[in-house]
């Protein structure tokens, strides 16, 4: 099993931030990438939406930096840990404009993109982007394909139901010769989707009992990525027994890879716990943590 962080200061949803992030900027979070980069964890995360309605955004959180602007950034201030959208909404985009976009990013990085991508829940920023809410599971499933076939390539080429393209220039485009695609979602069928058109599953929601019975009851394919979050913010330095439990158990429920949020009082605090959570875990760059 493998250790990321579910990056401070990109978003503020509510119960899950720190008082701290608010006043914290890129060069704070500049600091925590550098470390968590020096200290082996296997990425940073950064989600999408362009913007929340007032009402919602006091359960949801209304902060969301936009992840291209924050990974190219990070990238220039890091050389190994990877950046995963966590996620891109399929419906707000074309898949060529993520294939650029996100190619581009995979070029600037060296090759250490993943596309977390979700089909989306939220129909009043779909509305307001002018992207169809209803029927957008199959247009997202139409996305993946189309992503599938034209990642990496120069000249990509796809003909499906919503998307239809050939005769077209890319360039530049993503490096990694297989960019991961971790999708989103909390249903069967979302896992069933991302063991389809993915390489990973990004669930949420759901409680790690339920979650070990969807992972156990599938049939994953060799090196599919299971991707869950440790849970409420992990404390590595004041509770790391609470925090060692915490990913023992989310091993237990089939992860194969960890998302954790830690709770902290500054950008140095953050770093230290990034500290303590990787001697907890056995952690050290380029190998798997040992829980």
Not at 225 to 250: F, I, M, T, W, Y
């Amino acid at each position: 099993m493998r250790l990321g962080i579910n990056s401070p200061v990109v978003t503020a949803v509510p119960g899950v931030h720190s008082p701290w992030e608010r006043a914290a900027g890129i060069e704070e979070l500049g600091a925590v990438a550098e470390t968590a980069d020096r200290l082996g964890f296997d990425h940073l995360t950064c989600s999408e939406h362009v913007a929340v309605p007032v009402d919602i955004a006091g359960q949801r959180g209304g902060t969301y930096w936009d992840p291209l602007s924050v990974f190219g950034y990070l990238a220039a201030r890091t050389d190994r840990i990877r950046f995963a959208t966590q996620v891109l909404v399929l419906g707000y985009h074309h898949p060529l404009e993520i294939a650029k976009r996100y190619g581009t990013l995979d070029r600037v990085c060296g090759g250490r993109v993943v596309l977390g991508l979700g089909v989306g829940s939220l129909e009043e920023e779909f509305q307001l982007l002018g992207a169809a809410f209803e029927g957008r599971g199959a247009i997202a499933d139409d996305a993946l394909a189309a992503l599938r076939a034209s990642l990496s390539r120069r000249e990509p080429a796809y003909h499906g139901e919503h998307f239809d393209y050939e005769g077209l220039v890319v360039e530049p485009h993503a490096v990694q010769d297989r960019v991961p695609l971790w999708i989103g979602g909390r249903t069967p069928r979302s896992l069933r989707r991302a063991v389809a058109y993915g390489d990973g599953w990004v669930p949420f929601g759901l409680p790690l009992e339920r979650l070990g019975e969807m992972v156990g009851a599938a049939s994953l394919p060799d090196g599919f990525e299971v991707v869950l979050s440790a849970g409420r913010p992990l404390d590595p330095s004041g509770d790391p027994d609470g925090a060692s439990e915490a990913l023992r158990k989310v091993s237990a429920a089939g992860a194969t890879l960890v998302s954790a949020s830690l709770t902290a009082g500054s950008a140095s605090h953050y770093a230290e716990q990034l500290e303590a959570l990787a001697a907890i875990a056995g952690l050290t760059a380029g190998a798997e943590a040992r829980v």
